[in-house]
């Protein structure tokens, strides 16, 4: 089973990172074990793992995605929405970013049940496929439901604080969309102080643009839970200048 591609230590250029989500979960079944021993490699976006490229030479964008449009989602869950948008948008590449194990296993039966063609897929820290992705690479970009951290003292670890929103800016193509999905009004909060704080513009003239989804939108199983719970989910539009 190929582990989460994360900066190690015993590369001495590694940039210390505490990383502190889930990597596993429950015990993975027969088949699951199969798609990451199977098909994961082969999505890979590149060189993304210290261990393969040490000197963090950047992505090949043209030659891995034969020149398309590349789309970027931070914290793919089950890969509901990853897949929904490479079936929707069979025009462009998207690559998703996940450090959850189970995560990426559900994403890969998907992926292997509909033969879907242009989603690449990261298992690990989305700054360390930062480290690799060319200036302006990425044409837009997603953040649906991340992990809240709801306790005050963990806030920094937050996907949208600057260790994070800095190299996405540099990443993200003059134009691009960053968009945020979530049902945490303090993590709105946050969102909305952070991202215009790293040069990206919030696009909204009235409760609208932040209250309804987008149009291609596929509701997640984690926003079903925050509905069935009672939460309201905000739809957070950030345009890179």
Avoid at 178 to 205: N, S
């Amino acid at each position: 089973m190929a582990p989460p591609m994360t900066a190690s230590n015993k590369h001495p250029e590694a940039p210390w990172r505490n990383f502190y989500g889930r990597i596993h979960g429950k015990t993975l079944n027969q088949a699951q074990k199969d798609y990451l021993d199977e098909d994961l490699e082969a999505l890979s976006p590149g060189a993304v793992s210290w261990d393969i490229n040490p000197n963090r030479d950047p992505i090949d964008m043209d030659a891995r995605f034969k020149g398309k449009p590349v789309w970027l989602e931070i914290g793919f869950g089950g890969g509901e929405h990853l897949v929904h948008m490479g079936e929707t948008y069979p025009e462009i590449e998207i690559i998703g970013c996940e450090p959850f194990m189970n995560g990426v296993a559900m994403l890969l039966g998907k992926i292997r049940k509909l033969q879907t063609q242009n989603v690449a897929v990261h298992p690990g820290d989305a700054r360390d496929l930062f480290d690799v992705l060319p200036d302006h690479s990425i044409s837009k970009a997603f953040l649906n439901y991340p992990d809240p951290w709801p306790k005050k003292r963990h806030h920094r670890r937050r996907f949208v604080t600057a260790e994070h929103l800095e190299p996405l800016f540099r990443v993200l193509k003059p134009g691009a969309e960053f968009r945020v999905a979530t049902d945490i009004p303090d993590y709105v909060r946050q969102t909305l102080i952070e991202v215009p704080k790293a040069g990206f513009v919030w696009q909204a003239e009235g409760p609208k643009d932040w209250s309804q989804p987008w149009s291609d939108w596929y509701s997640t199983r984690y926003e079903q839970k925050a509905l069935r719970e009672g939460r309201t989910p905000h739809y957070l539009t950030f345009l890179r200048p």
